[in-house]
Protein backbone atom coordinates (compact mmCIF):
# COMPACT_ATOMS: atom_id res chain seq x y z
CA UNK A 1 0.00 0.00 0.00
CA UNK A 2 1.16 3.55 -0.13
CA UNK A 3 3.63 4.68 2.37
CA UNK A 4 3.43 8.44 3.47
CA UNK A 5 6.85 9.48 5.01
CA UNK A 6 6.46 12.57 7.72
CA UNK A 7 9.35 14.29 9.17
CA UNK A 8 10.77 15.17 11.46
CA UNK A 9 9.08 12.64 14.16
CA UNK A 10 9.86 15.24 17.03
CA UNK A 11 10.73 18.62 17.50
CA UNK A 12 11.26 20.39 20.95
CA UNK A 13 11.39 24.21 20.20
CA UNK A 14 11.37 27.48 22.06
CA UNK A 15 8.01 29.14 22.41
CA UNK A 16 8.43 32.19 19.12
CA UNK A 17 9.86 29.74 17.03
CA UNK A 18 9.02 28.96 13.93
CA UNK A 19 8.23 25.49 12.90
CA UNK A 20 8.64 23.27 9.75
CA UNK A 21 7.57 19.71 8.95
CA UNK A 22 6.57 17.61 5.61
CA UNK A 23 5.61 14.90 4.01
CA UNK A 24 6.78 12.75 0.95
CA UNK A 25 5.06 9.63 -0.89
CA UNK A 26 5.74 7.16 -3.26
CA UNK A 27 2.55 7.54 -4.96
CA UNK A 28 0.13 11.00 -5.70
CA UNK A 29 -2.64 11.97 -4.18
CA UNK A 30 -5.67 14.04 -4.82
CA UNK A 31 -5.82 15.92 -1.78
CA UNK A 32 -3.15 16.65 1.22
CA UNK A 33 -4.56 17.35 4.50
CA UNK A 34 -2.91 18.37 7.89
CA UNK A 35 -4.36 17.14 11.09
CA UNK A 36 -2.99 18.24 15.11
CA UNK A 37 -4.08 15.59 17.37
CA UNK A 38 -3.98 16.52 21.22
CA UNK A 39 -3.33 13.72 23.73
CA UNK A 40 -6.54 11.45 24.15
CA UNK A 41 -8.59 13.45 21.72
CA UNK A 42 -8.95 12.55 18.08
CA UNK A 43 -7.22 13.86 14.87
CA UNK A 44 -9.01 17.34 14.48
CA UNK A 45 -8.20 19.14 10.46
CA UNK A 46 -6.16 22.21 10.55
CA UNK A 47 -5.66 22.81 6.49
CA UNK A 48 -7.13 21.22 3.42
CA UNK A 49 -5.26 20.98 0.06
CA UNK A 50 -6.52 20.75 -3.05
CA UNK A 51 -4.66 21.40 -6.36
CA UNK A 52 -0.90 20.93 -6.73
CA UNK A 53 0.77 23.67 -5.95
CA UNK A 54 -1.94 25.28 -3.59
CA UNK A 55 -0.38 27.31 -0.55
CA UNK A 56 -3.36 27.86 1.92
CA UNK A 57 -2.70 29.57 5.16
CA UNK A 58 -5.13 29.30 8.34
CA UNK A 59 -3.37 31.92 10.85
CA UNK A 60 -0.29 30.57 12.17
CA UNK A 61 -0.61 27.74 10.10
CA UNK A 62 0.90 27.86 6.25
CA UNK A 63 0.60 24.66 4.21
CA UNK A 64 1.80 23.79 0.41
CA UNK A 65 0.08 21.07 -1.68
CA UNK A 66 3.17 19.74 -3.84
CA UNK A 67 2.99 20.19 -7.33
CA UNK A 68 4.13 16.45 -8.09
CA UNK A 69 1.39 15.70 -6.07
CA UNK A 70 3.41 13.37 -3.83
CA UNK A 71 4.33 15.67 -0.95
CA UNK A 72 3.27 18.91 1.44
CA UNK A 73 4.50 20.32 4.26
CA UNK A 74 3.18 22.51 7.06
CA UNK A 75 4.59 25.65 9.07
CA UNK A 76 3.52 27.30 11.78
CA UNK A 77 5.23 30.66 12.57
CA UNK A 78 5.97 32.18 15.73
CA UNK A 79 4.47 28.61 17.78
CA UNK A 80 3.00 29.25 21.48
CA UNK A 81 2.70 26.93 24.25
CA UNK A 82 -0.73 25.64 22.92
CA UNK A 83 0.56 24.05 19.80
CA UNK A 84 1.65 21.33 21.66
CA UNK A 85 0.49 17.96 20.29
CA UNK A 86 1.26 15.78 17.22
CA UNK A 87 0.71 16.67 13.50
CA UNK A 88 -0.45 14.18 10.86
CA UNK A 89 -0.42 14.59 7.54
CA UNK A 90 -2.96 12.85 5.66
CA UNK A 91 -3.06 12.15 1.84
CA UNK A 92 -6.59 11.35 0.20
CA UNK A 93 -7.27 9.21 -2.97
CA UNK A 94 -10.98 9.97 -4.62
CA UNK A 95 -11.37 6.84 -6.36
CA UNK A 96 -10.38 4.86 -2.90
CA UNK A 97 -14.04 6.09 -1.24
CA UNK A 98 -11.94 9.00 0.10
CA UNK A 99 -9.85 7.20 2.72
CA UNK A 100 -6.72 8.47 4.18
CA UNK A 101 -3.63 7.45 4.38
CA UNK A 102 -1.56 8.68 7.48
CA UNK A 103 1.96 9.68 7.93
CA UNK A 104 3.81 8.83 11.18
CA UNK A 105 3.20 12.04 13.10
CA UNK A 106 5.58 14.53 14.21
CA UNK A 107 5.45 15.28 17.67
CA UNK A 108 5.78 18.89 18.66
CA UNK A 109 6.84 20.36 22.21
CA UNK A 110 7.07 24.16 22.86
CA UNK A 111 9.47 25.63 25.83
CA UNK A 112 7.55 28.52 27.13
CA UNK B 1 -17.14 19.35 18.72
CA UNK B 2 -16.18 17.48 15.64
CA UNK B 3 -20.08 16.31 15.59
CA UNK B 4 -18.80 12.78 15.18
CA UNK B 5 -19.79 10.68 19.07
CA UNK B 6 -18.19 7.55 19.86
CA UNK B 7 -18.85 5.31 22.80
CA UNK B 8 -17.28 3.82 25.30
CA UNK B 9 -15.17 6.27 25.51
CA UNK B 10 -13.05 3.79 27.43
CA UNK B 11 -13.11 -0.18 27.94
CA UNK B 12 -11.33 -2.55 29.80
CA UNK B 13 -12.03 -6.07 28.77
CA UNK B 14 -10.55 -9.94 28.79
CA UNK B 15 -8.22 -11.39 26.02
CA UNK B 16 -10.96 -13.63 24.28
CA UNK B 17 -13.92 -11.33 24.37
CA UNK B 18 -16.02 -9.52 22.25
CA UNK B 19 -16.26 -5.64 22.54
CA UNK B 20 -18.70 -3.77 20.47
CA UNK B 21 -17.74 -0.04 19.76
CA UNK B 22 -20.35 2.43 18.30
CA UNK B 23 -20.58 5.84 16.24
CA UNK B 24 -22.78 8.46 15.41
CA UNK B 25 -21.58 10.44 12.26
CA UNK B 26 -21.63 13.39 11.79
CA UNK B 27 -25.46 15.01 10.60
CA UNK B 28 -26.22 14.20 6.81
CA UNK B 29 -22.93 12.33 6.77
CA UNK B 30 -23.01 9.20 4.39
CA UNK B 31 -19.31 7.86 4.69
CA UNK B 32 -18.09 6.30 8.04
CA UNK B 33 -14.62 5.04 8.47
CA UNK B 34 -12.80 3.42 11.01
CA UNK B 35 -9.23 3.78 11.92
CA UNK B 36 -6.90 2.01 14.80
CA UNK B 37 -4.27 3.93 16.53
CA UNK B 38 -1.90 2.09 18.20
CA UNK B 39 1.66 3.30 19.44
CA UNK B 40 4.00 1.02 16.67
CA UNK B 41 1.35 1.45 13.94
CA UNK B 42 -0.05 4.97 13.82
CA UNK B 43 -3.04 5.78 12.57
CA UNK B 44 -4.65 2.55 10.52
CA UNK B 45 -7.28 2.47 8.11
CA UNK B 46 -9.36 -0.55 9.10
CA UNK B 47 -13.32 -0.37 6.56
CA UNK B 48 -15.30 2.54 5.15
CA UNK B 49 -18.83 2.48 5.12
CA UNK B 50 -21.29 4.32 2.66
CA UNK B 51 -24.75 4.74 3.09
CA UNK B 52 -24.98 0.74 4.69
CA UNK B 53 -22.46 -0.72 2.05
CA UNK B 54 -19.29 -1.84 3.18
CA UNK B 55 -17.29 0.40 0.63
CA UNK B 56 -13.02 0.17 1.02
CA UNK B 57 -11.23 -2.17 3.21
CA UNK B 58 -8.01 -1.57 4.98
CA UNK B 59 -5.94 -3.58 7.31
CA UNK B 60 -8.78 -4.92 9.28
CA UNK B 61 -8.31 -8.24 10.95
CA UNK B 62 -10.78 -11.55 10.06
CA UNK B 63 -11.50 -11.62 13.57
CA UNK B 64 -12.74 -7.92 13.51
CA UNK B 65 -16.03 -6.51 11.33
CA UNK B 66 -18.15 -3.73 11.13
CA UNK B 67 -21.70 -2.86 9.58
CA UNK B 68 -23.54 0.47 8.86
CA UNK B 69 -27.32 0.90 10.11
CA UNK B 70 -29.91 2.56 8.05
CA UNK B 71 -30.03 5.71 10.25
CA UNK B 72 -26.19 5.55 9.50
CA UNK B 73 -24.94 4.94 12.46
CA UNK B 74 -21.77 2.33 12.71
CA UNK B 75 -20.70 -0.35 15.27
CA UNK B 76 -17.09 -2.01 14.80
CA UNK B 77 -16.79 -5.61 16.59
CA UNK B 78 -13.80 -6.68 17.24
CA UNK B 79 -13.60 -10.72 18.86
CA UNK B 80 -11.42 -13.24 20.25
CA UNK B 81 -9.42 -10.01 21.58
CA UNK B 82 -5.53 -10.09 21.66
CA UNK B 83 -3.57 -8.11 24.18
CA UNK B 84 -2.29 -6.36 20.90
CA UNK B 85 -6.07 -5.37 19.86
CA UNK B 86 -5.16 -2.36 22.70
CA UNK B 87 -5.68 0.74 20.84
CA UNK B 88 -7.51 3.95 20.44
CA UNK B 89 -10.40 3.34 17.74
CA UNK B 90 -11.15 6.19 16.21
CA UNK B 91 -14.39 7.01 13.72
CA UNK B 92 -14.74 9.09 11.35
CA UNK B 93 -17.16 10.38 8.98
CA UNK B 94 -17.65 12.34 5.40
CA UNK B 95 -20.62 13.80 3.21
CA UNK B 96 -20.40 11.08 0.32
CA UNK B 97 -17.59 9.57 -1.72
CA UNK B 98 -17.65 13.09 -4.12
CA UNK B 99 -14.17 14.42 -4.53
CA UNK B 100 -12.98 16.19 -1.80
CA UNK B 101 -15.13 15.75 1.21
CA UNK B 102 -13.54 16.57 4.74
CA UNK B 103 -12.94 13.74 7.14
CA UNK B 104 -14.17 14.32 10.93
CA UNK B 105 -12.59 12.45 13.47
CA UNK B 106 -14.20 11.30 16.64
CA UNK B 107 -12.47 11.15 20.01
CA UNK B 108 -12.36 7.70 19.82
CA UNK B 109 -12.68 4.71 21.84
CA UNK B 110 -9.93 3.55 24.24
CA UNK B 111 -9.53 -0.35 24.37
CA UNK B 112 -7.44 -1.85 26.74
CA UNK B 113 -7.08 -5.80 26.76
CA UNK B 114 -5.49 -7.25 29.52
Not at chain 1, 63 to 70: D, L, S, V, W, Y
Request: net charge negative.
Amino acid sequence: GQQLNQSPQSMFIQEGEDVSMNCTSSSIFNTWLWYKQDPGEGPVLLIALYKAGELTSNGRLTAQFGITRKDSFLNISASIPSDVGIYFCAGQLWNAGNMLTFGGGTRLMVKP
Amino acid sequence: DSGVTQTPKHLITATGQRVTLRCSPRSGDLSVYWYQQSLDQGLQFLIQYYNGEERAKGNILERFSAQQFPDLHSELNLSSLELGDSALYFCASSGSTGTGNTIYFGEGSWLTVV
